[in-house]
């Protein structure tokens, strides 16, 4: 089975985050010029209905896990980080899940993985490959850019948090497709002990492609609240 290339995901952000700059800066121009080009499959994917549902799905997920740890006391702050390190061990992880959401007060992974089912619905029958993935977002995302001279205090925040939003969507989005990949190459001949121990391997790999890009945005929100809008993109390591 095979480790989820999170190199691939980090150099995937990385590679959004300068489209996602554009929408900072001022410019002379009322919008980003559009050059014709051809329209893909992957164009045609990210446009769909099915997978606009899906990215509000995921969003929604993460509204939700922000909304809960904008609540947090101190102590549920330091609870929150040692579980998030409990959840990538096998051997802790069991009481970690039960613990972790008693702290958000409801089913984070059943959540979860009601996204992976629909990213495994939406995929289905597409036969793009990751790199035409990654450009149609790039095309979108520039398509979709409205450079003003000013804004706002307010809407500069708004705008600079729906930066930081959109590329952890897209990244999520990736950590559970290839969630499900790895799930797809467990073997059926197996026993029933080893197929659940395999699985549970594949959800901690999967915690570890989420959580970096949770702190990132994190993160993200914070710079954009405290630089007011002004869109200083933190690297993504």
Known sequence: MKKMNLGFIMVGLVFLISISVL????NDADEYPQQAEDVTAADLFIASEAHQNLEKEIRKNMRRMLNA???????EMEQYQQLRKELLSMETRSEAKI???KLFGYDYYASLYRISNLVREV??????TRLELMRARQKRKMHQVVITRTAEDDEAIQNC???YTEMAEARIEDCVDYYNRNLDEIPVNISWKEHSRLEELCQVQLDECTKPIHEYLENGIED?????GKCTILAYH
């Open 69 to 75: 740890i904008s609540k947090f006391s101190k102590e």
């Open 123 to 128: 995929y289905e029958g597409t036969d793009f």
């Open 23 to 26: 929408s900072c800066q001022a």
């Open 224 to 228: 954009c609240e405290r630089s007011k």
């Open 99 to 101: 613990q972790w959401d």
């Open 161 to 163: 948090i729906k930066a």
